[in-house]
């Protein structure tokens, strides 16, 4: 019963993602596909039983996408209010974090990465440690993908590049993460 429950699951969310990537009808400044790509990322690791620090990358890179997606809909909106896009970015991140660390999944003694293979001051956990790479390889994607834009007078390259760029890099740098964490 346990396995046609999770096979139902799996099987929704694919659905659900498949019919959102045929639905999308416009490119924000962190387009909704861009966003599908990261979700399906996380699932995708878990369901694979991948590293956590593979899984965290994915889980980073999805946070900041959502709140970039939050700024921009405030944008569209015309919701202006001091220190807006800090404290939506904040409060993203909490919205993920504090669940995780209440069920014991970051924060958890067994999933840190060890110092010169002891624990010590600088010893991280390893869902923690993707979660800040990922958030900083999927900003630095962004900012690279506007800068490339702009150098090519507001263009993009090739179709889809907004959504290539941020995946390729977080795809690099999981197969990385995946061969030293071995």
């Not at 001051?121 to 869902?127: M, N, T, V, Y």
Request: hydrophobic fraction near 50%; charged fraction near 15%; include cysteine.
């Amino acid at each position: 019963m346990k396995n046609q429950t999770t096979s139902l699951l799996k099987t929704s969310a694919l659905g659900l993602a498949l019919v959102t990537i045929f639905k999308s009808k416009v490119a924000l400044a962190v387009c909704p596909l861009c966003t599908i790509a990261v979700a399906s990322g996380v699932g995708l690791s878990r369901w694979l039983g991948i590293d956590d620090t593979v899984t965290g990358l994915w889980v980073g890179a999805l946070t900041l996408s959502m709140a970039f997606w939050n700024i921009n809909w405030f944008d569209k909106k015309k919701i202006h209010f001091k220190f807006r896009n800090s404290i939506t970015v904040v409060t993203y991140y909490l919205i993920v974090i504090f669940p995780l660390w209440g069920m014991g999944i970051i924060g958890n003694k067994l999933g840190a990465l060890k110092t010169f293979g002891t624990e010590s001051l600088f010893s991280i956990d390893k869902l923690s440690l993707g979660i800040m790479v990922g958030t900083f390889a999927f900003w630095t994607s962004v900012e690279w993908y506007a800068h490339v834009k702009a150098k090519n007078h507001g263009r993009a390259h090739f179709p889809f590049e907004k959504v290539v760029m941020p995946s390729a890099l977080l795809v690099i740098m999981s197969f990385a993460f995946f061969f030293l964490t071995k």
